[in-house]
């Protein structure tokens, strides 16, 4: 494939958080090394002995690096090679698993067949045949055209897999991925959330003209949630991972917490009653209706002066939400901020910023974090950073931290509010037309972990505040005409890119365009599903 650059891929590097993972609180199962999943227990393993490489293709065309699973424990057993693109520092992890129930819940496979090779390289892709009433979970990679020993790795009995699906591109022989060709992808099960009991092994898929092999991830047949932490542990996870956020210097409207907003004047409407709003009650609002849908008839209006608008930061609180993930082998930490405004939008038009006037203004605005945390070790693994109507995981490599610590900083976006993992600008749309996303470091600075409370999670048994069960709208409906807004505009814009103007924005979601009030954090998919990408 060539000769690449001599300098050190980033993969050769292997990442560590700044400081130790502390020894964590006595109590159930979290951080204990192993979780089981019904009889079949699995550990996690960060250690890798390097198989095969290649240096070009994948992202960044800067290849892929293929590992197997090194110091597994006596009696455990190897379930899929490890692959990650050269590009990122080596940071991942892959299950291994031992049988302990005598039910025969591992099996050797028969066979391999042959997925891939590198045509006169060494490099070559296995798929395991599995046994009757088995399947297989994971490639085996190799450095020969001679077959893998059936001893080298386990299929698993077909009643504690699960189905998966793709998940990020690793690589494949062009630099951006090619259907039609061939792709290595991780893998993640196809069903994820609270519920869920799919459990991701951190092996690889590999798909060849379009088709990817049919491998699947682990059951966890009984999830009790032995492995998820308890409060005490929570507190600890805080304490070490909570983001420290940073608003941008010409920030107007920063966040504050719900105590003082509903002291300093947030207002319940009704709808049939709207010129008589009633104040909340602090410091939870237990007057609010609990319930029910969001059918407009109660929204949170708030006073007109700026001063409200303009938020407390010395009194903004995080409010977590501790979800069990992918098979209870995972801890979320959703870790939600409240603004009481949104601001006004900007965009880039052929490289000069435009005002959007009104549009982005909107009542009560809620953004989050979410930190997930293996339950194997505690350790913190990626983070999922909000982005308006969606969002993007960031894996840990990526971000920037604290200074001696192992707080992630984040940064939000000027008015907005969204989470970016770097300071700069983000276009959200082309270099010819897009909404600025603006962040950078200011005094104005958020430690999440410093004031939260955590307000949900069901296996805690936790009470949840009363301002969480109110279902309906945290702001108004539109005050204002989009069209009108749009129209002020584009007076100012070459008549060329009016009209492409008028359509960018037409395409923003009601979020950024302000059109209704937001409803609040269990209203949203992602309170008891995974997040939104």
Same mark, same amino acid.
């Given at each position: 494939?060539?000769? $690449?650059?001599?300098?050190?891929?980033?993969?050769?590097?292997?990442?560590?958080?700044?400081?130790?993972?502390? %020894?964590?609180?006595?109590?159930?199962?979290?951080?204990?090394?192993?979780?089981?999943?019904?009889?079949?227990?699995?550990?996690?393993?960060?250690?890798?002995?390097?198989?095969?490489?290649?240096?070009?293709?994948?992202?960044?065309?800067?290849?892929?690096?293929?590992?197997?699973?090194?110091?597994?424990?006596?009696?455990?057993?190897?379930?899929?090679?490890?692959?990650?693109?050269?590009?990122?520092?080596?940071?991942?992890?892959?299950?291994?698993?031992?049988?302990?129930?005598?039910?025969?819940?591992?099996?050797?496979?028969?066979?391999?067949?042959?997925?891939?090779?590198?045509?006169?390289?060494?490099?070559?892709?296995?798929?395991?045949?599995?046994?009757?009433?088995?399947?297989? *979970?994971?490639? *085996?990679?190799?450095?020969?055209?001679?077959?893998?020993?059936?001893?080298?790795?386990?299929?698993? $009995?077909?009643?504690? %897999?699960?189905?998966?699906?793709?998940?990020?591109?690793?690589?494949?022989?062009?630099?951006?991925?090619?259907?039609?060709?061939?792709?290595?992808?991780?893998?993640?099960?196809?069903?994820?959330?609270?519920?869920?009991?799919?459990?991701?092994?951190?092996?690889?898929?590999?798909?060849?003209?379009?088709?990817?092999?049919?491998?699947?991830?682990?059951?966890?047949?009984?999830?009790?949630?032995?492995?998820?932490?308890?409060?005490?542990?929570?507190?600890?996870?805080?304490?070490?991972?909570?983001?420290?956020?940073?608003?941008?210097?010409?920030?107007?409207?920063?966040?504050?917490?719900?105590?003082?907003?509903?002291?300093?004047?947030?207002?319940?409407?009704?709808?049939?009653?709207?010129?008589?709003?009633?104040?909340?009650?602090?410091?939870?609002?237990?007057?609010?209706?609990?319930?029910?849908?969001?059918?407009?008839?109660?929204?949170?209006?708030?006073?007109?002066?700026?001063?409200?608008?303009?938020?407390?930061?010395?009194?903004?609180?995080?409010?977590?939400?501790?979800?069990?993930?992918?098979?209870?082998?995972?801890?979320?930490?959703?870790?939600?901020?409240?603004?009481?405004?949104?601001?006004?939008?900007?965009?880039?038009?052929?490289?000069?910023?435009?005002?959007?006037?009104?549009?982005?203004?909107?009542?009560?605005?809620?953004?989050?974090? %979410?930190? $997930?945390?293996?339950?194997?070790?505690?350790?913190?693994?990626?983070?999922?950073?909000?982005?308006?109507?969606?969002?993007?995981?960031?894996?840990?490599?990526?971000?920037?931290?604290?200074?001696?610590?192992?707080?992630?900083?984040?940064?939000?976006?000027?008015?907005?509010?969204?989470?970016?993992?770097?300071?700069?600008?983000?276009?959200?749309?082309?270099?010819?037309?897009?909404?600025?996303?603006?962040?950078?470091?200011?005094?104005?600075?958020?430690?999440?972990? *410093?004031?939260?409370?955590?307000?949900?999670?069901?296996?805690?048994?936790?009470?949840?505040?009363?301002?969480?069960?109110?279902?309906?709208?945290?702001?108004?409906?539109?005050?204002?005409?989009?069209?009108?807004?749009?129209?002020?505009?584009?007076?100012?814009?070459?008549?060329?890119?009016?009209?492409?103007?008028?359509?960018?924005?037409?395409?923003?979601?009601?979020?950024?365009?302000?059109?209704?009030?937001? %409803?609040?954090?269990?209203?949203?998919?992602?309170?008891?599903?995974?997040?939104?990408?």
């Amino acid at each position: 494939m060539g000769n $690449r650059n001599t300098s050190p891929l980033p993969i050769e590097t292997t990442f560590k958080l700044q400081t130790q993972i502390p %020894t964590w609180p006595q109590g159930n199962g979290f951080g204990s090394g192993i979780i089981d999943l019904g009889g079949l227990q699995v550990r996690q393993i960060t250690t890798f002995n390097k198989v095969w490489a290649t240096p070009q293709g994948g992202p960044s065309n800067l290849g892929a690096t293929f590992y197997e699973p090194s110091s597994i424990p006596q009696g455990f057993f190897m379930l899929g090679s490890y692959s990650q693109s050269n590009n990122k520092p080596l940071y991942g992890s892959v299950l291994v698993a031992k049988d302990v129930s005598n039910a025969k819940i591992l099996d050797k496979p028969t066979d391999y067949t042959l997925v891939w090779n590198n045509q006169g390289g060494n490099g070559y892709i296995w798929l395991p045949t599995p046994p009757q009433g088995y399947k297989s *979970v994971g490639h *085996v990679v190799t450095t020969s055209s001679e077959k893998p020993s059936v001893d080298k790795i386990r299929c698993v $009995r077909s009643d504690f %897999t699960e189905v998966n699906e793709i998940d990020a591109w690793i690589w494949g022989l062009k630099k951006e991925a090619d259907p039609s060709g061939f792709n290595v992808y991780g893998s993640k099960p196809a069903t994820r959330g609270t519920q869920g009991v799919g459990v991701p092994i951190g092996t690889f898929i590999v798909q060849n003209n379009g088709t990817a092999g049919l491998l699947v991830c682990l059951k966890n047949v009984q999830p009790n949630f032995s492995a998820m932490p308890s409060l005490d542990q929570i507190q600890t996870l805080m304490k070490n991972y909570s983001p420290i956020v940073y608003f941008h210097p010409d920030e107007e409207y920063l966040p504050s917490s719900l105590k003082w907003f509903f002291e300093n004047g947030a207002l319940l409407y009704t709808k049939g009653d709207d010129t008589n709003p009633i104040p909340i009650t602090p410091p939870a609002g237990s007057n609010l209706p609990q319930g029910g849908s969001n059918d407009g008839a109660y929204w949170i209006g708030q006073p007109s002066n700026e001063s409200f608008r303009k938020g407390n930061l010395a009194s903004a609180e995080s409010y977590v939400n501790v979800k069990p993930m992918l098979g209870g082998t995972f801890t979320d930490l959703a870790i939600w901020i409240f603004y009481p405004f949104n601001g006004p939008a900007r965009a880039s038009v052929a490289g000069v910023t435009i005002a959007l006037g009104k549009i982005g203004e909107h009542q009560g605005d809620w953004e989050h974090v %979410t930190l $997930r945390i293996s339950n194997f070790s505690g350790e913190l693994r990626s983070v999922y950073l909000s982005t308006h109507s969606n969002g993007s995981w960031t894996s840990v490599p990526e971000l920037e931290y604290q200074s001696n610590s192992n707080k992630p900083v984040v940064y939000a976006s000027l008015h907005g509010h969204a989470m970016y993992p770097k300071a700069g600008l983000v276009l959200q749309g082309n270099a010819a037309i897009g909404l600025r996303n603006d962040s950078a470091k200011s005094n104005n600075v958020m430690n999440t972990g *410093v004031s939260f409370q955590i307000v949900a999670g069901e296996y805690l048994s936790i009470v949840e505040p009363p301002w969480l069960n109110y279902f309906r709208e945290w702001g108004p409906r539109i005050s204002y005409n989009t069209a009108t807004e749009i129209n002020k505009v584009q007076q100012n814009l070459p008549q060329n890119l009016r009209s492409s103007f008028a359509s960018f924005v037409n395409s923003l979601p009601d979020e950024i365009l302000g059109q209704v009030g937001p %409803t609040g954090p269990k209203m949203k998919n992602n309170w008891s599903g995974d997040e939104k990408v």
